[in-house]
């Protein structure tokens, strides 16, 4: 099979799209290919699609209504657009699935809702799809397939979902099932509106659940179902109240949104899911659905084109057609433990825009830059606590995180490295596989203790977040080390681990990020004992940015580590880092600067001690002064 990536490049229009030469052809092609590459790995009556690889840790079933669930998002999106039009007989396809997998008498029945709790997300899908394609789809079903599969989403009614944006799942299909006159229950609704409601933070961003996790989630879930769900309750003047409110936050979050897009346009490897892809675009295109016109319809398309030609040029799908477990190419430590050869293929929320018909805004405006593309910035965005900085000339954005760690403050647990990091950016991963995985090394601030396991920092206080008058950003957070041996068995959703606690010093980071680079100041209270590490960014060893770590007064070690296939980016990570010979001095502060960029590296910032100040000179001329005594009052006399 050809190459996609190659027939897309022959559709390229730069004029209408001048930063990534797609247009609406080319998402429809995405979707054709997809879709008609998994129909190879159907079952003979379309209801399970089942890919190839080891089944994920939920089943070989579970897998299978996922490949089926997912994929028909894409077949949706795809022929509602198109006001029914569907030459490759997608929904004629899937409506045979729909009949044998909510047939109970089939051999290819569906694992149920009040069998397995991920029916209940694949359920959502199902009736996303059938509530976009009425016309097309639903309403032309026999009546007694329309009977099972209101039989099939019933159990939702009444049932138990977690508190975080699975609530959404129930929603919809509640939703749904009222829309075609199936059993639901209003209590559930407004009970799951309710909750949401409590995932609001500041300046537009959700977080997922009562804990400080941000992630993708926030986009293609917490912002995308509300819209959607006020779409498929329009009449009901409780959607009508809410709709304004959402339409505010989303346009609020989106300006920052479009800040983390790197100019490659891959967007940031953090948070867990990551293997869905170009699901990142979905908040862009639900944007443009909406009506939401800032940011502009040329730069809601920039973003989400960017998003998925970034995946496409770099292997995804690969050259069977197929989306694998993996972030390029095929990588299954990206898995977490709920992910299966079907999961993948949520990237098909990135398809949405393709429910947008050809002459929509969206699709006719000029394309226009990113932020990044635009020119240099530094941002904070608060909820999640992080310090923005994206530099022009290599199109990387930067984030230094002084507010995620999808835990509550004193929850000690282990770092998981896709949330509790000091840093992630569009050019770099976490470790995620091998020893410094669990034992942080990369973008860390730890004290070596027994056995010289680093120390975690999950549980840590947000002190600072500011934006200085020269631009530079700065923020601090203080967390007591703890060591963890974690329990036994416990399951991997890509956060922290529990397990017996081994309670250490405190340790206060304040950074201040300016371009490509941080100038990070540490101390530690009040007794140590404990040799000191700081760990830089990391980086692929024969990749084009460059990750450097130059360490100031008392910080005399340096070197590197080098991990072998320790993240979903090709080839081996280097990890730069600097620390102390012995125990650190208590109540010192340490300054190190910290670089991540490709080309030219820019002179390091230049800190220099004036009392308890720290006066910062960066390459450009700008010069910031950090009172460190006033951070040190915050994080308590420790």
């Known amino acids: 099979m050809r190459p996609l990536r190659e027939s897309l490049r022959e559709l390229d229009d730069r004029t209408l799209s001048p930063y990534t030469g797609w247009t609406r052809d080319h998402w429809a092609a995405l979707a054709d290919h997809l879709l ?48 029914g039009r569907d030459p490759h007989g997608h929904l004629e396809w899937y409506a045979r699935g729909l009949a044998a997998g909510t047939d109970p ?9 009040d069998e397995h709790d991920q029916a209940k997300v694949e359920a959502a899908s199902i009736a996303l799809v059938l509530h976009l394609t009425r016309p097309w789809l639903w309403d032309r079903l026999d009546e007694g397939v329309r009977e099972r599969v209101v039989a099939y989403l019933s159990p939702a009614v009444g049932g138990a979902y977690p508190p975080i944006n699975w609530i959404w799942f129930q929603i919809v299909v509640e939703q749904f099932l009222a829309s075609v006159g199936g059993p639901y229950a209003r ?4 009970a799951g509106l309710a909750l949401s409601d409590g995932f609001a933070r500041e300046e537009g961003w959700y977080a997922d659940g009562e804990r400080r996790g941000y992630d993708h989630y926030v986009g293609w879930a917490l912002h995308f179902y509300p819209l959607l769900w006020t779409e498929m309750a329009a009449g009901d003047p409780a959607a009508g109240a809410r709709r304004a409110g959402y339409l505010s936050r989303f346009e609020r979050y989106l300006d920052d949104a479009v800040h983390l897009v790197g100019g490659d346009g891959s967007p940031l490897l953090q948070g867990r899911s990551l293997t869905y892809r170009f699901a990142a675009a979905a908040q862009f295109w639900a944007a443009a659905r909406a009506g939401i016109t800032t940011p502009a319809p040329g730069l809601l398309r920039r973003a989400a084109s960017g998003v998925a030609r970034h995946f496409v040029e770099h292997g995804a799908p690969d050259d069977d057609g197929l989306l694998s477990l993996g972030w390029h190419g095929p990588w299954r430590p990206i898995a977490q433990s709920y ?35 635009r020119a240099d910035f530094q941002r904070v965005i608060r909820s999640p606590g992080w310090l923005v900085s994206g530099t022009r000339a290599d199109g990387v954005v930067r984030v230094v995180n002084h507010g995620t760690d999808h835990a509550t403050p004193g929850d000690h647990r282990t770092d998981s490295p896709l949330y509790a990091r000091l840093g992630y950016s569009t050019a770099t991963s976490p470790v995620l596989a091998g020893p410094h995985a669990g034992d942080p090394v990369d973008q860390s601030v730890t004290l070596l203790g027994p056995d010289a396991r680093p120390s975690h920092r999950t549980g840590f206080d947000t002190l600072l977040l500011r934006r200085l008058p020269t631009g530079t950003v700065v923020g601090a957070s203080r967390w007591r080390a703890h060591w963890v041996d974690p329990d036994p068995g416990a399951a991997d959703h890509g956060y922290g681990r529990t397990g017996r606690v081994v309670p250490g010093p405190w340790i206060t980071v304040l950074s201040a990020v300016r371009g490509a680079w941080e100038a990070r100041l540490v101390r530690i209270a009040p007794e140590c004992g404990f040799p000191l590490r700081v760990g830089g960014w990391p980086v692929p060893r024969d990749g084009a940015v460059t990750s450097l770590v130059v360490p100031g007064p008392g910080l005399e070690l340096t070197g590197e580590v080098l991990a072998e ?9 280097v990890v730069p880092w600097c620390g102390t010979t012995g125990a650190a001095d208590p109540l010192r502060w340490y300054a190190a600067a910290l670089h991540l960029g490709a080309g030219p590296v820019p002179s390091a910032p230049v800190i220099a001690w004036d009392g308890d100040a720290a006066r910062v000179r960066w390459a450009d001329g700008a010069e910031d002064v950090l009172t460190t005594t006033t951070i040190a009052r915050s994080a308590g006399a420790r």
């Open 105 to 113: 008498r089939s051999p290819e029945r569906w694992v149920r809702l």
């Open 36 to 83: 008609l590459s998994a129909r190879r790995h159907a079952s003979a009556e379309h209801a399970r699609i089942r890919f190839p690889g080891e089944p994920g840790g939920y089943g070989p079933d579970v897998d299978a209504l996922e490949g089926f669930a997912r994929t028909f998002l894409a077949a949706g999106f795809r022929v509602a657009g198109e006001g």
């Open 565 to 573: 296939d320790a993240t979903p980016l090709a080839g081996p990570t």
């Open 339 to 373: 992910s299966g050869t079907g999961s993948p293929y949520w990237a098909a929320k990135g398809l949405y825009g393709l429910v947008l018909p050809a002459g929509h805004r969206v699709w006719t405006a000029a394309e226009e830059p990113l932020p990044v593309e």
């Open 187 to 190: 209590r559930d609704i407004e």
